[in-house]
């Protein structure tokens, strides 16, 4: 059923794929060949080999494979949010590289190669009264929490890493990890700035991983699993035919979408809340001591956290792979999830070209008094939706009407209170 | 009760003294209050003096903030600057009347039409140089044209300093660029103009040229449309910016602000309406004055400030007339006012810009002396920070206006 | 209600991101090598010396009077005139230098010049790897012909030919009226008929005024003449004196 199976490993060469075959949760759409491929692919050149071996090797293909995905994704990214950014702004962005020692610009696709070239001949500066283990081993552990999170997400169809049962759990134990890297390189640099960023970026992850949390929880009560895979599956089937069972299009689900997105965007430090790394005031924040290959690893933690937390909003909230139609279900999974992915990457993009940055304490009010009470009284409004799934006909429009009231409701009071002291101003003239 | 940072935080100013031993908790009435003091210092810990600049994103050039912080909130703020000191006024005094004038586009040098105004007014009054009519609107129109310019800028900058990833400082330098092909077009140069000469001004403007202006000046509404729809609605800015560094109306008048800051304050004063010099009696605009004196206000204001800018280009376009743009009299060498002293000012994008100078009847102006906006307005820095933290630091000083150029001279 | 603003603003920028693929005024960018913008024609740079005829430096306008050297504000104007073998002054620059890493092109040397013969170039792509030596431009390197200035200034140029060929029209009759007095005194003082003419009253370049227009300088006092030209008739020069000779505080002299 799964791609590598670490967590139960199924001997034999034939009964992986009919086990998965014979999964209750497969669709009938899902054996077409093109949705096979990387199984198929996978299958040609690990099938001939003995038993352990074969199962190494398909480990080992399934990390190469998520690494170099995610890795491209970031390169790809980088020149994306640039180009974006660029339009956005009335200007055409990134356009000049192209491929080396020609004439061929190819839209600036060589950018990130040649940032790339430049990061790694960087002279690596580490201050003089740095600490330097912890200097080194900031960027590392970030990365490497960020890359762990890739482990648990649902790709497409029977493409998973590794099924956990606890996989959500998984990931955003693993995903915390981050900002405690974001702290080290923060201390380790022995610079005020960088000291000041690590004290916003802990008051941020405190802040935020708590409507984070929260948010997740009535997708969770609702699939009755912690497992990624079982939450795609419990967003399977179609209302009237042709409106997907995803979960935003429910009212808890939207509400938890938007709680979520806000919460991964301040997990992330992705603008409004890119307070840790806020060029006007902190220079660089916590990459100011940093240059050379460190500093793109940073970046690439970044990206990839940006990557993983929208994979996983894609997951849980979004259908994970499954096509918000019937009729295009011919088009392969894994396409429907990149689909999804960057729809998502764009938003943040969006967001980061239009926003200006929050205040730090106005960060942690947004959390503290907004996000966690919206969080807290949504999983009220998910244990409504599910107590009164047996309602229909007429009662079902009261069901959405009462769930949509409890969604709105607090989100319109609060929102006044919260924005109580702001408004825009009228003014008089002499 | 003076040297704790709690003190600090409600607006007196604190002697940033490191960990001076605090008392705010001792009281008669708290047994062990000795105790309870101990865990409060150890609570706030230490005072960190962060050195902001000269070297920063956000100081607007060379700049430099010594800010002691209390966590994050600013209890002490030491403006440093002078690092872009290059003798100016010394260099007036030594320089021909007419030398100078180039050197004023290097004051504040986005708004090198004004400096030339204000500049060529005193030498006027000095002289008693009358200047001809359609100089006089020429005058106003560039002046208004650098007011749109300068707002523009500080609101793209301001934007850029609450961290916007620069979209609306992009889409302002978008419509600043299309004034700076004007000035071009006029002048010679985008930003150093050089373009006023004693008794009138350098090149006359083209029919051509004019129609440009007006199409610029007809058009620049819409720019400011899409500007406010961007941002000023925005939850984000209005947060960041409502309630941040309040100037109180006393401490702008005894400190002497001038300029938008001073309007944003609430006090009605425009060197436009008070002096009414040039041809500015004939055009009708309002002045628009903030009640809240906060960084907001100031922004507001501005915005306010070049829609009025845009009616009085109209008005001036309309009653353009036509004429020499030199005083026949006026001379370019040999210019050798008779001794005695003026003061001419003028209301430039930032404040009031004014240029005292006294002749002894020599090429050489006996003292050369600018009032610069930027400078006097940057003195309250410290009172508008205070009690604020340091992000709002960085937007107070951005809001303030300041160009490195005038400050430093 | 939260949040209105928000999606206004996002709102603007999906707009631009949407309006730069088809709206020109939504992506502002001149790619530079490639595309160039048309620089205006008042466009100013850096000064270049004047010649007449295809003989660079033998046709210099200049005839070396310093007056620019005086009122260049930040001195960047470096002269030496010529003097022949006895020692007389040819009106000829032996050494004209501009730093231009010192000049900062505010043109106040076209102006006050009363020979038209120094005006501002629109080269803009002066960089140099050199630091020292190429930013220090010589005579030789200033020296560009009157067809180019036509090229570049042409409005301006056609006003200021016009007006030399007025002058020297002038000159030439008036000389040619002083060599006929002066053969009918037949004294023995030679007035400067075989000078080069000075002009008289012509606006200091840059004047594209509309026709209706006086232009812009016309009204400045009369061309001095130059101090280092003892030989001069005096005529023009008793209305307003020398206002350029006993120029004071020579700044940072």
Known sequence: ?430 | MTNSPIVALHGTPAVAGGNAPSEICHSPLAPGGAHVRSVRDEFHGDLLEVSMGPHHPSTHGVFRMIATLDGETIVKLKPVFGYLHRNHEKIGENTTYLGSMPYTDRLDYLCSMTNNWAYALAVEKLAGQPVPERTEYLRVILAELTRLLNHTCLAGFLLQDTGASGTPLMYAFREREKILDLFEALSGSRMMCNYQRFGGCRVDASPEWLEAAKRLADGYNEFLDEYEALITGNEILMARTQGVGVMPRQLAVSAGITGPMLRAAGVDYDIRKVDGYGVYPRFNFRVPLGDHGDTYDRYMIRVLEMRESIEILRQAFAQLPSGPIMDPKAKIRGFKPKPGEAYGRIEGPKGEIGFYLISDGGANPYRYRVRPPSFINLTVLEDMCLGHSIADAVIILGSIDIVLGEVDR | MLGIGLLKGLGVTAKNLVGSFHDPARLVTTEYPEQRTKLPENYRNFPFLVYDGTAAIDGLRCVACKICEVECPPQCIYIIPDRDEKGRPTKKPKVFDIDISVCMSCQICVEVCPFDAIKMDQQYEIAEADRFDRLLLKREALAKPNSYYQEIHPAEAAQVDAMLAEARRKADAKAKAAAEAAAAKAATAKPGAANPPTRPPAPSGSTPATAAMKPATAAMPEPAVPPVQPTQTPAENSATGNPVAPKTGTPGA
Not at chain 1, 50 to 63: M, Y
Not at chain 1, 156 to 177: C, K, Q, S, T
Not at chain 1, 289 to 315: I, R
Not at chain 1, 356 to 371: E, G, S, V, Y
């Open chain 1, 1 to 430: 059923m799964t791609l590598v199976q670490l967590s139960r490993v199924t001997p034999g060469v034939s009964d992986w794929f009919f086990q998965s075959l014979s999964s209750p949760f497969i669709a009938a759409a899902g054996d077409s060949r093109l949705e096979r491929l990387p199984i198929i692919a996978r299958d040609l050149l690990t099938s001939r080999l003995p038993e352990p071996w074969r199962w190494w090797l398909n480990s080992l293909l399934a990390i190469l494979v998520v690494l170099f995905g995610f890795a491209i994704l970031f390169a790809l990214l980088t020149l994306v949010e640039r180009k974006v950014l660029g339009r956005v702004q009335n200007r055409p962005g990134p356009n000049r590289t192209g491929l080396p020692f020609t004439k061929l610009r190819l839209f600036g696709l060589g950018q990130p190669l040649a940032d790339g070239i430049k990061m790694l001949t960087k002279e690596d500066i580490v201050p003089r009264s740095a600490d330097k283990l912890l200097h080194f081993l900031a960027p590392v552990a970030l990365l490497a929490f960020s890359i762990l999170t890739f482990a648990v997400l649902p790709f497409g169809r029977n493409l998973v890493p590794v099924e956990l049962d606890a996989g959500i759990l998984y990931f955003f134990a693993a995903g915390a990890g981050t900002e405690l890297a974001v702290f080290m390189a923060g201390w380790a640099s022995r610079n005020k700035y960088s000291l000041l960023a690590a004290m916003r970026a802990l008051a941020q992850l405190i802040s935020y991983e708590l409507p984070l949390l929260l948010s997740f929880v009535p997708v969770i009560m609702m699939a009755g699993t912690l497992s990624t895979t079982g939450v795609v599956e419990a967003q399977a089937g179609w209302k009237f035919g042709f409106i997907p069972h995803w979960h935003v299009l429910t009212p808890w689900g939207f509400a938890a979408f938007v709680i979520f997105m806000v919460s991964a965007l301040a997990e992330s430090n992705r603008s409004p809340f890119d307070l840790p790394e806020a060029e006007s005031e902190l220079i660089a924040g916590h990459l100011t001591e940093y240059s050379g290959f460190k500093y793109a690893l940073f970046f690439m933690a970044e990206y990839f956290g940006m990557c993983a937390l929208s994979a996983m909003a894609v997951t849980l909230f979004l259908g994970g792979w499954r096509a918000p139609l019937p009729f295009l279900e011919i088009v392969p999974s894994y396409v429907w999830f990149a689909l999804k992915l960057f729809a998502l990457l764009f938003g943040f993009i969006w967001i980061r070209a239009t926003f200006p940055r929050l205040r730090i304490d106005q960060l942690t009010r947004f959390a503290w008094k907004f996000l966690v009470p919206m969080a807290l009284i949504n999983l009220g409004t998910a244990a409504f939706w599910s107590l009164t799934c047996n309602w229909s006909g007429p009662l079902q429009l009261a069901r959405w009407a009462i769930a949509l009231a409890l969604v709105a409701g607090p989100f319109v009071v609060m929102g006044r209170k919260l924005s109580r002291d702001y408004a825009p101003r009228t003014y008089r003239y002499a």
